[in-house]
Nanobody, 121 residues
């Protein structure tokens, strides 16, 4: 059974940090992406990483977020530092089986249930 399970969300003050985890099981994947959606906003790509470690970051998180992959644990992490209130959203991880960096949400075949991140000012 294909599964993605996010964890690590929570509530922090602005400037704080959180580390999200996306644990995968049931299949190999080529790319894991983190997306987020805030109420009243469209879903947006945050970061992706391929199995060879190639990463991509949206401009609004560059320098603050770091994505990493543990191939043994089959888990992708998103370290989020210097959090801002505008980072408040539900964060989802998705898995794609396309070679190379996957940027289109429609190309992700599997999704987790999400983990809530709330940043207060």
């Amino acid at each position: 059974e294909v599964q993605l399970k996010e964890s690590g969300g929570g509530s922090v003050q602005a400037g704080g940090s959180l580390r999200l985890s996306c644990r995968t099981s049931g299949f190999p994947f080529d790319d894991i992406g983190w997306y987020r959606q805030a109420p009243g906003h469209e879903c947006e790509l945050v970061s992706t990483i391929t199995t060879d470690g190639t990463s991509f970051y949206a401009d609004f998180v560059k320098g603050r977020f770091t994505i990493s992959l543990d191939n043994v644990k089959k888990t992708v992490y998103l370290q989020m530092n210097s959090l801002k209130p505008e980072d408040t959203a539900m964060y989802y991880c998705g898995a794609a089986n396309l070679k190379g960096t996957t940027l289109r949400r429609g190309d992700y075949s599997y999704w987790g249930q999400g983990t809530q991140v709330t940043v207060s000012s």
